[in-house]
């Protein structure tokens, strides 16, 4: 049965797995096979592994030389191509306190698992058994070195800092000033070994070297007092006049050769920032034509209301009374003759039901497209189109004298000039055409200051991706040098100093 069942692969037993809630567990499991790790990008994962803090990609530890007895000592690991990017990102190590703490959380454990099979006694003997190991192990001390005769700390040393930044008195480490150099050695007979310095200590404190007895010269320039414990300078001051004193001096020279070699980039970034500007124009100019028709809508509204109704008019529903339609939004039956009505009022019943809101009021130059309509319950306000938000925006009353004024047309497009005269309640043909045409313009409006809005985030692109370019920081940090040019430049000097040399020549022998 063994065998059989590692014949079988993931995606046979995912397949098994049919119902729909168990999607995940079938496309987490057809992800996992054949995921390559480690340097050696095998799918093995049986072994012990470690993961990296930064890029978080497992390793074996046989492949990188790390057991799993050296796994538990490490706080931080950090992989060999992380540390290529980043030289800063180094393995950090537990340090003797934290393995302290980690083993004394171990031994309680057991301790606990011990009192349940085991008597008391045995745990009273043991503790004064370790009572009388720790007696002599403190009783070791030659008397005769500086670190038995000093009664306080250096406050200098990797201990003192620890104590200090934390504040416990309950630290047991002593500072390594106090601590006796014959008992650590082993030079009056005792059989302890030398402390090995862990690579904690050396990663705690990347300016060890700064931390001296004696006085050092600070290095900002034309400074001569001495610099602070633990500091290249006296102040913060003469670390920002060294770093000036040094972009003076390198500075020029990049600006120069910045300015000789044109830069393909630059050129690109200058042709993409005039598309960009160009695009907005176009939008700007659309916008302008979007608000000569918002007027010429308005003109012929004012014209249909001084218009009387054709007295001739007839209704072409009114001929069939018996045709009748299926509501596309409820799916009743309705009479053709008020079926338009009927799908408008049912569209805006279902419409007001739905909600789109915003935090924010809109603010687009003084153009009132939307409601903005403020909900006190939910705190936001309505995004619909006021021409079309059927809940807070309601259509006027129609008067019975009322004309259509819809403009009428001929071969679908061409406007004849005329209105309609027909009466505005009982119009089907152009039932609240001027709501439609008016949300037609106000929806393009829309369109198009998203359109600017997207390309002026662009053009800030665009200008931030130059500015980085051509800005201190990326002057310092890189250098280009145009082989061709300076060629060039340096035959151009030869000639130079030879045309030089050959006046030089042809003044001696006239003299």
Known sequence: MSRKRKDITREAIAKQFVLPERQSKIDSLLRQDGQAYCICRSSDSSRFMIACDSCE?????????????????????????????????????????????????????????????EGEGRNRTSREEKSKSKSDKKSKKCGECMGCYRTEDCERCDVCVRKRKHGSSKNRERCKQRMCVNALTGGFGGTRRKRKESVSDHDQSFNEHLKTDYPRQCYGPKCIKSARFGSKYCSDMCGMNLAKTRILQVLPQRLQEASLSPCVAEEINLKALEQVRKQ???????????????REIDNIVERAKNTTIDPEWENDVEKDEESSMY??????????????????????????????????????????????????????????????????CKDPKIGDNEACGCP???????????????????????????????????????????????????????????????????????????????????????????????EKARQKKKL
């Open 57 to 117: 990609e497992w390793y074996h530890g046989d492949c990188i030389k790390i057991s799993e007895k050296d796994a538990k000592l490490i706080r931080q690991y950090f992989c060999v191509r992380c540390h290529a990017e980043d030289p800063t990102l180094m393995t950090k190590w537990r340090t003797k306190r934290e393995r302290d703490e980690s083993a004394s959380h171990e031994e309680k454990r057991s301790k606990k698992h011990r009192q349940k099979y």
């Open 280 to 294: 907005q124009q176009e939008a700007r100019q659309m916008l302008q034509v979007l608000d000569k028709r918002h």
């Open 408 to 502: 009428l047309v001929s071969n679908v497009f061409s406007l004849t000039g005329k209105l309609c005269r027909a009466p505005k309640k009982s119009c089907t043909k152009h039932y609240v055409w001027e709501k439609l045409r008016r949300a037609e313009v106000d929806l393009e409006r829309v369109r198009q200051w998203l359109k600017i809005d997207e390309l002026l985030e662009k053009e800030r692109q665009i200008k931030t991706s130059m500015g980085n370019r051509s800005g201190v920081l990326a002057l310092m940090l890189h250098s280009t040098y145009n082989h061709e040019l300076m060629e060039r430049l340096t035959q151009a000097q030869d000639q130079q100093a030879m045309q030089m040399e050959l």
């Open 327 to 392: 509501c596309v939004t409820c799916g009743h039956e309705i009479h053709s003759k008020t079926a338009i009505r009927h799908m408008e009022k049912c569209f805006n019943k279902y419409e007001s039901q739905s909600s789109f809101g915003g935090v924010f009021k809109t603010r687009i130059e003084g153009n009132n497209m939307f409601c903005d309509f403020y909900n006190p319950l939910n705190h936001t306000y309505c995004k619909r189109l006021r021409v079309l938000c059927p809940e807070h």
